[in-house]
């Protein structure tokens, strides 16, 4: 069965500094992948995918995405971070069984000024 | 265009009252799909829809929740009777399945004291 993990439920950075949020999935063939921002109180946004082809995706708001199967990862960067961007973060699989996702458990970034 | 609609955006309830939660996913999108977001147990699927058809209600929790899908443009998650445990964020997706891609609506905060 396809799962995913997000192995930081909290990071903190400081505004202005890089930003790498970690994504490992479990799938047997080629994945569909996302990113999806929550602000608080708020819905899931779509902020990058990957079906395939360059395995460095280009999102919304600057971040980027790169797919690496060999690690079978699928890690979020930003090169700087925006106070604006403190959210909970998740990082999701597309199922082989119909259209549903597996979700990870969420990444909470915290921006500190 | 307008996204996935939800309504009511926050309901507050007493334990063993009905509750009817409302979506309108994004027109043109055949797939349907009802998340629970809790702290304990982060983002789960509960049932999800293909052309108002229910596919899989594997992650309904028991027989008090029921879900609807009338129409292309309108369906229901039903608690009845409703309990404290059941309070959480509940949201709506819609998506065409191409990728297995979901756009989601802001959700309903429900509170059942």
Not at chain 2, 31 to 60: A, H, K
Request: hydrophobic content about 35%; overall charge neutral.
């Amino acid at each position: 069965a396809q799962s995913v993990t997000q192995p930081d439920i909290h990071i903190t950075v400081s505004e202005g500094a890089s930003l790498e949020l970690r994504c490992n999935y479990s799938y047997g063939a080629t994945p569909y992948l996302f990113w999806y921002v929550q602000s608080p109180g708020q819905g899931l946004q779509l902020l990058l995918k990957y079906f395939s082809g360059d395995t460095l995706v280009q999102g919304i708001k600057g971040f980027e995405a790169e797919f690496k199967r060999s690690q079978s990862s699928f890690n979020l960067r930003k090169p700087s971070v925006h106070w604006s961007d403190a959210a909970e973060y998740f990082c999701a699989v597309g199922a082989n069984n119909g259209n549903k996702l597996v979700f990870g458990a969420g990444t909470i970034l915290r921006v500190k000024s | 265009d307008a996204g996935v609609i939800q309504s009511p955006r926050h309901e507050v309830t007493e334990m063993g009252q009905e509750v009817t939660l409302r979506c309108k996913p994004i027109s043109g999108h055949d797939y349907l799909f009802w998340y629970r977001q809790t702290m304990m147990r982060g983002l789960e699927l509960l049932i999800y829809f293909n052309n108002n058809v229910p596919i899989d209600d594997s992650g309904m929790p028991e027989d008090r929740f029921s879900a609807k899908m009338p129409n292309a443009s309108f369906s229901t998650l039903k608690i009845q009777p409703s309990e404290p445990r059941d309070s959480a964020v509940y949201f709506c997706a819609s998506g065409t399945g191409i990728n297995n891609e979901q756009f989601f609506g802001p959700g309903t905060r429900l509170t059942v004291l």
